[in-house]
């Protein structure tokens, strides 16, 4: 499984541990993931995404899961959150009457 999260394609950066004595040996920065379990209200269930405490934040601020995934870009979403993102969006879809 990679360190990469599932909504915001945050992944694993390098860098250097830097001494008094200015000695620089590489270091990784890990992303904070946490699987957590998102309610879609279009689906009506909940969802189990590996996503990073930041990402959280951002789902909560634009809200909810279903709200974030129609309002970001394809290129930026994982596999996993694109298939979401297209149950969700022919299930909202099929519920809309059509307007003409």
């Known amino acids: 499984m990679a360190r990469r999260c599932a909504v915001t394609g945050k992944g694993t950066q390098f860098g250097n541990n830097v001494s008094h004595a200015n000695n620089k040996n590489r270091r990784r920065f890990q992303p904070n993931l946490q699987i957590t379990s998102l309610l879609s209200d279009a689906l009506g ?56």
């Open 45 to 100: 269930r909940t969802v189990r995404l590996r996503v990073s405490t930041n990402a959280i934040r951002s789902i909560e601020h634009r809200g909810g899961i279903d709200a974030f995934l129609l309002s970001s870009h394809d290129d930026a979403l994982s596999i996993e959150a694109r298939r979401l993102k297209s149950q969700i969006s022919k299930i909202r879809a099929a519920r809309q009457p059509d307007a003409a």
